[in-house]
């Protein structure tokens, strides 16, 4: 199974690209301004979209994608999101107002894009060929949110994200039982600004010591660090370098392909 990664940062500038992940060619998961970079060809395959939340730097190039390649396609795009997100998409963006209603384009019967509610704990099998596993992780976050752990259907380790997220231990409890082959975790402000983190429910690095501190002793798998802000990127690496060194971390960064 490949991770190509898309977007993960967690803000636009230059070579700055919000949080998308392609997974193989057929499976991308959440829908940020990364996705801008594929061809047409590869939107064109893409048959199913995960999303962990309803926040733009997650979703705002899906209804562009949509726009450029539904015409195209031989069947409606799958998006599979929490009931919150996907109440959000239809009041909020799939409105007829900011964006036409793809879900009833170009018929309610046939239309451009169907979605699918998922829960927390939910195990879904996608894809017909190389297909994959996926399940529903908890996240902690402003709006309802999840993150995935995703394997191919033949029994690969998984690659696990955490979504936008702050301290959370039922997401420890779930990660510790399964074969992590990668973690991609977030980390969007540095220390300085940790009680703008906590408010907006996201990690630091010493809130992300802390959860790190929760995964068993005997696991080991390389920790991809992703959503950093731009301007406080290397302040942000630094602070995780001194903090955890017993760990394999990493920066994430647009054009990484993860191989599992």
């Known amino acids: 199974m490949q991770v190509r990664v898309l977007g993960c940062s967690g803000a636009i500038a230059k070579d700055c690209r919000t949080t998308s992940f392609l997974i193989d060619h057929d499976l991308l998961v959440d829908a940020g301004t990364g996705v801008g970079d594929l061809s047409l060809r590869e939107m064109i395959e893409?048959?199913?979209?995960?999303?962990?939340?309803?926040?733009?730097?997650?979703?705002?190039a899906l209804p562009l994608m949509l726009d450029a390649v539904a015409s195209r396609r031989s069947k409606p795009l799958r998006v599979h999101a929490l009931p919150e997100t996907i109440a959000a998409l239809r009041t909020h963006v799939f409105n007829n107002v900011i964006w036409p209603d793809f879900a009833a384009i170009p018929s309610r019967d046939a239309p451009f894009v169907v979605f699918h509610e998922i829960t927390i704990g939910q195990t879904l099998r996608l894809g017909t060929q190389n297909a994959k596993n996926i399940e529903v992780l908890?996240?902690?976050?402003?709006?309802?949110?999840?993150?995935?752990?995703?394997?191919?259907a033949n029994g690969s380790r998984q690659w696990v994200f955490s979504g936008d997220t702050e301290r959370n231990q039922h997401f420890w409890n779930r990660v510790n039982q399964l074969d992590v082959g990668a973690l991609v975790i977030e980390t969007a402000f540095s220390n300085r600004e940790q009680a703008l983190a906590q408010r907006s429910r996201h990690l630091s690095p010493a809130t992300l010591l802390e959860e790190l501190g929760r995964i068993e002793a005997d696991k080991h798998y390389p920790i991809y660090i992703t959503h950093t802000k731009p301007a406080e990127t290397a302040e942000i690496m630094s602070q995780i370098g001194g903090s955890?060194?017993?760990?394999?971390?990493?920066?994430?960064?647009?054009?990484d392909i993860l191989v599992l």
């Open 46 to 60: 893409i048959d199913d979209v995960l999303l962990t939340h309803s926040h733009l730097d997650h979703i705002a």
């Open 138 to 152: 908890p996240a902690f976050h402003t709006v309802p949110a999840c993150g995935f752990a995703v394997s191919c």
């Open 244 to 255: 955890v060194a017993q760990h394999d971390i990493r920066w994430l960064e647009a054009d």
